[in-house]
């Protein structure tokens, strides 16, 4: 007998209602992901220098572009909130953008620990407003202390099963965090941390009792596993350049779509002037911080680059998502967890 509508859907197994809810892109990236995890015992045995010249290049290809479109980003924000053109002006804008960047560069100078921390307490945040975006979900859905603390969940898979490779490079930042990660070395103890917070975010959103954030937890627990089994830079590669980017190019491709007509082809012909400039911009902070082939000077070097160009990104992305959240009808949500029901 064939059913159909809300009977067919409730005649689904459980695994395949969970990834009702997440999009297709994020089902390739993460069956991706997964694979790299199995075969890390491979992946490890890669040399050092191959897996940097791949981070390099992902990070021109993917991680770089998903910042470059920002000032489109920031119009189709306030052309979806009926803002003044006044506010939409690009030296307007560039203005803003550069001041928040010069700022965090001095912080930067004057203060390197208190703006890595700034830094990670921003990525947390930025993390999360991507990661658990879920078409229909109402915006109130996810709060501030859910995000903070998905955001850390995913630093902690990043930082405590890599501990002899993040402790060099964060000695000179976080000597408190530094020390932690070299207790870890010894014990390996510690590596239970980011498991027992992945328990404990999985309980918080079962609590919710949304359905549709049943998909987070499956997707969490699979970047988790991939992050945690991968190398550093291989772990990195992924979550940050093809993970991360590759979904935020998604909605903002989406967004500019909606606000503008824009076909995916000119996404990506607007996106190659700012990241040309961007990658000019890094490769200066680079040979200011004197020429090396130290990998994790260049690491560090790469690190706080990234962060100066976060911190204006972040506040133009957060308003998109919010914006897209807040546009989405809540009964559409209340539809799909009936159905699922």
């Not at 190398?231 to 093809?242: G, K, S």
């Not at 962060?307 to 989405?328: A, C, F, G, Q, V």
Request: proline fraction near 5%.
């Amino acid at each position: 007998m064939i059913l159909n509508g809300g009977q067919q859907i409730k005649k689904l197994t459980p695994i395949f209602k969970l990834t009702m809810t997440i999009t297709p892109l994020r089902k390739t990236l993460l069956s991706i992901g997964f694979a790299c995890a199995l075969c890390s015992p491979w992946i490890k045995q890669c040399p050092q220098f191959f897996w940097q010249i791949v981070l390099l290049i992902f990070l021109a290809l993917f991680g770089i572009p998903h910042g470059a479109l920002d000032h489109f980003v920031h119009r189709g924000n306030n052309k979806r909130s009926n803002k003044t053109p006044e506010k939409s002006r690009i030296s307007t804008f560039l203005g803003r953008y550069l001041f928040m960047m010069i700022i965090y560069a001095a912080i930067w100078w004057l203060f390197p620990k208190i703006a890595f921390l700034l830094f990670l307490m921003i990525s947390a945040f930025h993390f999360a407003d991507t990661d658990l975006i879920i078409d229909g979900k109402s915006k109130n859905e996810h709060t501030w202390p859910e995000k903070a603390f998905y955001g850390i969940l995913i630093l902690s898979f990043i930082f405590f099963p890599h501990a002899e490779e993040v402790s060099p490079i964060l000695s000179a930042w976080s000597p408190l965090t530094s020390l932690i990660l070299q207790i870890n070395i010894g014990h390996r103890y510690l590596d239970l941390t980011p498991w027992i917070m992945l328990l404990i975010w999985s309980v918080w959103q079962v609590k919710q009792n949304n359905y549709p954030g049943y998909g987070i937890i499956l997707q969490t627990w699979i970047l988790s596993t991939t992050i945690y089994f991968l190398p550093l830079i291989p772990a990195f590669i992924f979550y940050f350049t093809v993970w991360h980017s590759m979904i935020s190019l998604q909605s903002i491709s989406t967004h500019l779509r909606q606000q503008f007509s824009f076909t995916a082809r000119q996404v990506f012909l607007k996106a190659i002037p700012l990241s040309l400039l961007s990658l000019c911009t890094i490769s200066i902070f680079l040979w200011i911080g004197g020429l090396t082939f130290d990998f994790s000077i260049i690491f560090m070097g790469t690190l706080m680059s990234i962060s100066i160009l976060t911190l204006p990104h972040m506040e133009i992305m957060n308003t998109m998502y919010y914006d897209i959240k807040k546009s989405d009808p809540v009964s559409k949500n209340n539809e799909l967890q009936a159905t699922l029901q």
